[in-house]
C-alpha cells in the first residue's frame, strides 16, 4: 500500500514565489499542494479547513505576518508543522519565529533536493535548519545576549506602562538624554528597533512583568 503524500499549504505573498514552490513539487508523487495563502491570516484559515501536514510560511507578510500566524495555529493547536521560507536570517526574524513554534527555518536560496528533503524531515515533526540559521542560533546560546542593567529594566518597565522619556525621566530623577541612552542600550542587547518591539521581546523573555 503506498505511503499517504504530504499534505502541503504554501503561505507567500507573492503569487509568483508562491508559483515557483508549487512547481518544486509538482509531479511528486510524495507530496501534494492543498492550497496557497497570501498572508498569514489566510494562511491559519486554510490551516483549519484542509488539516496539512507541513505549511511552508514565508515571515513577511502584510497584515498578520508569518510569526503571528505561527503563533495562531499553535494557539488553535493545529498539528500542522510549520517550515519557515524566507529571505530573512537576522535574529529578530529568525528567533521569534523559532519561540512561536516553527519546525524548521530555511532560506528562499535553498536548492530544490534540500527543500524536499526538509519537508519530509519537518513532516516528522523533526526540526531542519539552513547552516546560516543554525549558525546563529548556536551563537545565541553560546553568547546570550548582554542582561540588561537593573536600570535599564526600570525604564523599560516605565515604558510598558506607556510612560514617556520626559515621564521616565521625572520618575526616575534622571535627564531624558540618559533615558533615550538606556533606550538605545536596550534597543542593541534585544536586536530590535523600536520601543514597542523592546516591550514585547522584554515580556516574552520575562525580563519585565
Known sequence: MAERPIR?????????????????FAGDPGFEVLAEAGDGAQA?????ALEPDVILMDLRM???DGVAAIRRLAELGLRAHVLVLTTYDTDKDVLPAIEAGATGYLLKDTQRDDLVRAVRTAARGESVLSPSVATRLVG??????DPLSAREIEVLELIAQGATNREVASRLFISEAT????????YTKLGVNDRAAAVAVAFRRGLIG
Open 8 to 24: 502541503l499549504l504554501i503561505a507567500d505573498d507573492h503569487p509568483i514565489v508562491r508559483d515557483g514552490i508549487r512547481g518544486m
Open 179 to 186: 533615558v533615550k541612552s538606556h533606550l538605545l542600550h536596550v
Open 140 to 145: 545565541q546560546v553560546r553568547t546570550p545576549a
Open 44 to 48: 491559519v484559515e486554510l490551516a483549519r
Open 62 to 64: 502584510p497584515g498578520m
